[in-house]
């Protein structure tokens, strides 16, 4: 069974004091790692795809990493606005049980408070 | 270029009343995927649908029904509520069931009393 963990669960930055998300993951062959942002009552907002270990991606201020084991999701500089939930979901390779559908599993969360 | 919509935004309902949820994918999208989000927690995945059939579902039971129609369009069917279904319903779209990235609509908050 595909298994993430997102730490630390919640995390408060002064504006401007860069720091980096964790999220751990176990899945039987990993087909995507997924990072969304949410706003408190809102639909996760799609962030980042990554698919295989080494692999970088960035948007302003921010930049996904990827590990066999892990991925980081780094903030440099974060402002007020960047306060969320930020999320992590696993996408694994589809076994006989599951066909050829896909479903994503998700972390709980890092709740994220940049103060000004 | 219209992203995922979900109606209603807010629902109220009492134990044992029945409820359906709307979702309209993301314009060139033909997979839908519905999950459920408790206060605090992420997402879970309830069933996902793709030409107009179940393709796989989640660690729910068979009070959670969906459907999808030839416009890819889906409903979510809640029978029998419970106090422990209150949580925000979540719509996500996807191009092609084997499409890895989904983008999520707004979300209903239902409030079972």
């Known amino acids: 069974e595909d298994q993430v963990t997102q730490s630390p669960e919640a995390l408060r930055l002064q504006e401007g004091e860069s720091s980096s998300l964790n999220c751990s993951y176990t899945?039987?062959?990993?087909?995507?790692l997924f990072w969304y942002r949410q706003d408190p009552g809102k639909g996760p907002e799609f962030l980042f795809t990554?698919?295989?270990a080494g692999e970088e991606k960035e948007k302003e201020r921010l930049k996904a990493t990827l590990t066999k084991k892990e991925s980081f999701l780094h903030i440099t500089a974060p402002k007020p606005e960047d306060s969320a939930t930020y999320l992590c979901?696993?996408?694994?390779?589809?076994?006989?049980?599951?066909?050829?559908?896909?479903?994503?599993?998700f972390g709980s969360g890092t709740q994220l408070t940049v103060l000004p | 270029d219209a992203g995922v919509t979900q109606s209603p935004t807010h629902l109220i309902k009492t134990r044992g009343q029945q409820v359906t949820l709307r979702c309209s994918p993301k314009?060139?999208?033909?997979?839908v995927s519905w999950y459920q989000q408790a206060l605090g927690q992420g997402p879970q995945f309830i069933f996902q649908?793709?030409?107009?059939?179940?393709?796989q579902r989640g660690n729910f039971p068979d009070r959670f029904s969906g459907h999808q129609f030839p416009n890819y369009s889906s409903e979510l069917n809640v029978n029998a509520l419970l106090l422990g279904d209150s949580a925000l319903y979540l719509c996500?779209?996807?191009?092609?069931?084997?499409?890895?990235?989904?983008?999520f609509g707004p979300g209903t908050r239902l409030l079972v009393l």
């Open positions: 996500a779209s996807s191009q092609g069931h084997r499409q890895e990235t989904q983008y």
């Open positions: 899945v039987s062959g990993l087909r995507g």
């Open positions: 990554l698919y295989s």
């Open positions: 979901a696993v996408l694994s390779r589809p076994s006989f049980s599951s066909g050829s559908a896909r479903q994503l599993t």
């Open positions: 314009s060139g999208h033909d997979t």
């Open positions: 649908y793709y030409e107009e059939e179940e393709r």
